[in-house]
């Protein structure tokens, strides 16, 4: 792998996403390498690019201070890369940033596949509003490592809600849901969320993108999946627990 230190000129990017305001992506890049990743896509890089090197961006808790001055409102980390990814235990731009965030209490969400967010429970904690959340496409670690090979392991990604609570919102990220990679587990995962006292779960179908490079033998398998049927699964699951559930499509 190989890291790249760039100075940018803006830190917040306008967001698109549902109840969230801005957009803070702290390196450009991602060392997980999972197979199911859109974001070269969406930011017009190689794919080679993407998983090969990482463009740590060395001043943007600068930035991040000046725009605050002057732009308010709900703030997501990490919306097309992990924020805590392994470069970020040495350059610890993540956790510069959120010394920033707090300081202008602004309210923030983190999704991440990397039990390195606990190291920072301690800031986190000290946010009015603070979202954790962690991605997972299947409870079975043999299948992660076959499409998210450099992830922390399913067991260090419970460990994170479990050690979160009472410290921030809680809530787990299913997506993309994957053919016998996700789907044998959808239950399973709510009755997870359930035994921690989640917030919250978000669901959320494949997304085609252009040019992906997936595995053959998942590519035809997702080319397959009936989505509408499994929407249907879904909200059978949700009356079924107290814990709200989202559907993203």
């Known amino acids: ?8 000129k803006n830190a917040l990017t306008k967001s698109g996403l549902e109840n969230t305001d801005y957009s803070l ?14 974001a070269p896509y969406v930011l017009h890089m ?31 980390l990490g919306s097309v890369t992990d924020a805590y990814q392994p470069s970020e235990k040495k350059y610890e731009i993540t956790r510069r940033c959120l010394e920033i965030l707090l300081k202008h209490r602004v309210p923030i969400s983190i999704l991440t596949k990397s039990s390195l967010v606990l190291r920072d429970l301690d800031l986190l904690s000290r946010f009015s509003e603070a979202h954790v959340g962690i991605t997972l496409t299947t409870l079975d670690d043999s299948l992660r490592k076959k499409v998210e090979a450099n992830s922390s392991s399913v067991d260090e990604r419970l460990k994170v809600l479990q050690e979160s609570e009472g410290k921030a919102i809680r809530y787990i990220f299913v997506g ?23 917030d ?33 699964e879904l909200m059978r699951i949700s009356k079924q ?3 709200p559930v989202y559907l993203d499509w």
Not at 25 to 38: A, L, T
Not at 176 to 198: F, G, H, S
Request: proline fraction near 5%; charge should be positive.
């Open 1 to 8: 792998m190989k890291y790249i230190e760039i100075f940018v």
């Open 25 to 38: 992506n702290p390196y450009k890049g991602c060392e997980h390498q999972c197979v199911y990743c859109y």
């Open 46 to 76: 190689s794919l080679d690019e993407w998983r090969n090197v990482v463009y740590v961006k060395r001043n943007l808790p600068t930035v991040l201070d000046k725009e605050l001055k002057k732009k308010r409102g709900f703030v997501t």
């Open 176 to 198: 993309p849901i994957l053919p016998r990679i996700t789907t044998p587990y959808l239950q399973d995962i709510v009755k997870e969320a359930e035994r921690m006292n989640l």
């Open 200 to 232: 919250y779960i978000i669901f959320d179908r494949f997304r085609w993108k252009k040019n992906m490079l997936l595995p053959y033998e998942l590519e035809e398998r997702i080319k397959g999946m009936d989505y509408e049927k499994i929407k249907r």
């Open 241 to 243: 627990t107290s814990i």
